[in-house]
């Protein structure tokens, strides 16, 4: 097993209310508060590590590095934007409002590429796999949508990475709570439930 993935679990809770309060002063971006699903067209993006092994989880600052890397490979026009997202120390979501679907896989290979070459160079491992190929869905509704954007902010906690939304560093979910604020986000959260999202693609022990 990887040690990187374990690297949040050994912080202790000073440590961990450091790194969140020190990304909340970067301003990372969030681009854009939730829309309804018909104004544009929503993708659910979903891309993991080769063998689900935790690259990007190597260390906090290759997790932040990345997440502000992933942020910025959206900013491609005005008609793009990404709704929600979450970085895991293996793999990453987002939704996000899309016309040119093709065109942003293609940058997100190109982000693969690029962190796979610097990555293998820093751990001496040229030639390694270091990803699997990122898969898009098609929203269908907007309870769809949002139960996308619940499932999203509820990965670190679905992984046991920690017990609330916003303990969590590399995702939109406390620019989120601030934004729609918490009561309408637990009653988003009833009213749109996870339940079986992501069963047999987004193993619970990964």
Known sequence: MDEGRYIWRKLNN?????????????RHPWH????????????????A??????HIGLSLERMDAFS???????????QEYIVVWCVMPNHYHMLLAMADILGFL??????H???SFHWNGEETTRGRKVWFNAVERALRSE??????INYVHHNPVHHGYVKKWDNWPFSSSRDYLEAIGRQKALETWRNYPVLDYGKGWDDPEL
């Open 14 to 26: 000073k440590r961990r209310n450091e790194l969140l309060q020190w990304r909340q002063r970067q």
């Open 32 to 47: 854009s508060p939730p829309h309804r699903v018909s104004e544009h067209f929503h993708y659910h993006i979903t891309a």
């Open 49 to 54: 590590c080769y063998v689900h092994r935790a």
């Open 68 to 78: 502000h890397d992933l942020l910025a490979v959206s900013k491609n026009d005005a």
């Open 106 to 111: 293609g940058r997100l290979g190109k982000l």
């Open 113 to 115: 590429g690029r962190t």
């Open 143 to 148: 309870r769809h949508y949002w139960a996308t």
